[in-house]
């Protein structure tokens, strides 16, 4: 019992009570505010019966919750003056606020079960007794020597879970044959010959058990807790690195275009520099050309005075005297060539800027190849279901450019056909010129997975490199003859797997539907044989250097066989 409790005479504690009752509003169960007196005289919270008349409102009348008097019309409230007064000086006796024993139950609250009127909360359960006491009605579990020994719980609003619904007894006893609690005629009942025992030995025993549990949880918990700030320190590394080489990334484009720029600014001069010094040239020549143009309209207009003499010794007299007319220092015929002065600088310019996607384009697939790269402390194991792979499912698409001449495209390029006579498709040096091959467009790094669906004599289910050789009929640009390719053939005599020219041979189950996980990071390719299941055919652990692409090769001898990338589903 507290303290404040065995010091607290009863009068005074029953006072308290009485004085908060008395004070109390009956709606919201608290000292009044801003009391109002009704006509029947009950009194309320200003606020509390205001919000509960206007409830009533639709009704025309209003009553009083206590006595459930009617009023009408509605009475107008008014604050009762006496009454707040008395209120706030018992608050200022401190006794507004109910000590822990005079706590009333909520609706959520265990109740005590002696208490009359108006209930206290429980403060504890007795499972002997099977009551909820209040700290007042407790006390003799204190004070009486049997009731000491009584067990003593949290309030509960459960306790007549503890009877035995059939005999009305207290269930002591636990039934392991039929894991139940039951009570001491029950085990003499229908629970005669059961293995039986006390509850309390029952609980001690799973006790131990729930020890041991908690201790596993526990340290799987320190484990998780180890693990999840590993993980914050490896996001932490994560984004410092990011952070930095975004930095460090923007530097170096930045260096790169400012070189450019420098570049252009330089090709720019030059041409200017150029343009100035050929224009100056010109210009020379063009105004010795008019000086000479000057002095010829001169002597012509000198000629042409002395032609126009009639006086015939006047012009035999004056010819002799005319000077003789000096040689052009300058080409009789100025002849223009082609308009290509500075042509051949934009050619030499474009010529660097396709070298330069060149090398863009490769510096890319190896920056992107490094990006899949960066590794993380995280890893997936292989899928162990066809749902589980679909989630790295991708859509692949095969390139024309790439496929020999005797293979049709079709279903939005995902399926393949052999052909008996080759089709029109125009030359591009990244097509298969000897070989019935063909590559996706897509190039493939991370997680992926694919299925194709074959039909006719055979082919091959391939993933290859894109710098896989094209023109000719030599190992180098065979699927699966090479370093740069993996090829699964799948025939009606079974399957086989070739890289580097190496042939391995696969048992299992036909199918015309394989599936293909790649795993780019882990160096993992794998393929499956898919029908009602999903069974192992070969896998490859490697290390792949490049993104690869899907691709298919078709028996030459298959006139019409096929094969499909199937979309994702």
């Known amino acids: 019992m507290k303290l404040t409790q065995s010091l607290r005479p ?4 029953e006072q308290n009570q009485l004085d908060r009752e008395t004070f109390s509003c009956s709606i919201c169960l608290d000292l009044l505010k801003d009391p109002v007196t009704i006509p029947c005289g009950h009194s309320y919270c200003m606020k509390c019966i205001k919000n509960f008349w206007d409830e009533e409102d639709h009704k025309g009348i209003h009553s009083c919750p206590q006595c459930r008097e009617t009023f009408t019309p509605r009475p107008v409230l008014k604050k009762n003056t006496m009454l707040a007064a008395l209120v706030e000086q018992l608050k200022k006796t401190g006794l507004q606020a109910a000590p822990a024993d005079l706590c009333y139950a909520g609706p959520e609250d265990v109740a005590c079960d002696f208490c009359s009127g108006r209930k206290l909360k429980a403060i504890k359960s007795c499972l002997v007794c099977l009551t909820s006491f209040c700290e007042k009605h407790l006390q003799p579990h204190y004070d009486v020597a049997p009731l000491k020994k009584h067990k003593l719980v949290e309030p509960s609003k459960n306790l007549q879970e503890n009877i035995c619904s059939r005999h009305d007894e207290v269930m ?16 003499v009942d229908e629970h005669k010959g059961h293995d039986t025992v006390s509850a309390a030995a029952e609980r001690t025993e799973r006790q131990r058990e729930l020890e041991v549990r908690r201790e596993n949880i526990q340290q799987r918990i320190q484990d998780r807790e180890k693990d999840v700030k590993l993980l914050q320190q490896e996001l932490e590394a994560i984004k410092h690195s990011a952070d930095k080489t975004v930095e460090d990334s923007e530097k170096i484009f930045t260096q790169l275009i400012r070189l450019i720029q420098k570049r252009s600014s330089d090709v720019k001069q030059q041409i200017r520099s150029q343009q100035e010094t050929e224009g100056s040239r010109v210009k020379e020549l063009q105004e010795k050309l008019e000086q000479e143009i000057t002095e010829l309209k001169r002597k012509d207009a000198e000629l042409k005075q002395l032609s126009d003499t009639e006086d015939h010794n006047q012009f035999l007299h004056n010819y002799p005297s005319l000077s003789a007319l000096s040689e052009s220092t300058h080409s009789s015929s100025i002849k223009i060539r082609p308009l290509s002065y500075f042509e051949d600088v934009t050619a030499a310019v474009s010529e660097l800027r396709d070298q330069l996607q060149d090398i863009l384009r490769d510096a890319w697939t190896n920056i992107s190849l490094r990006l899949t790269e960066v590794d993380v402390s995280l ?5 162990k279901s066809r749902a589980g792979f679909l989630r790295y499912s991708c859509e692949i698409t095969l390139d024309p450019n790439t496929a020999n001449s005797y293979l049709l495209l079709s279903e939005g390029n995902r399926k393949v056909t052999m052909m008996k006579q080759p089709q029109s498709y125009s030359s591009h040096p990244d097509r298969f010129t000897d070989w019935w091959q063909v590559l996706s467009r897509e190039s493939l790094t991370g997680r992926c997975y694919w299925e194709v669906e074959w039909r006719g004599t055979g082919v091959f289910v391939v993933v290859a490199y894109k710098n896989i050789s094209r023109a000719g009929g030599g190992n180098e640009c065979l699927f699966g003859a090479n370093d740069k390719s993996w090829a699964l053939n799948c025939s009606q005599g079974g399957y086989q797997f070739r890289h580097n020219n190496i ?12 599936g293909v996980y790649l795993d780019h990071r882990a160096g993992i390719l ?17 290390t792949f250097t490049q993104p690869l692409h899907a691709g298919v090769w078709v028996y030459y001898w298959s006139i019409g066989g096929s094969a499909e990338f199937c979309k994702p589903k």
């Open 526 to 542: 794998s393929f499956y044989s898919v029908s009602e299941t999903m069974t192992l055919l070969h896998r490859v652990q490697t």
């Open 379 to 383: 890893s997936e194991p292989e899928p």
């Open 503 to 514: 042939w391995t041979s696969i048992s299992g189950p036909d199918s015309s539907r394989v």
């Open 10 to 13: 009863r009068g005074e504690m």
């Open 172 to 187: 002591k006893m636990f039934c392991r044959t039929d894991q139940k609690c039951i009570c001491y005629l029950c085990s």
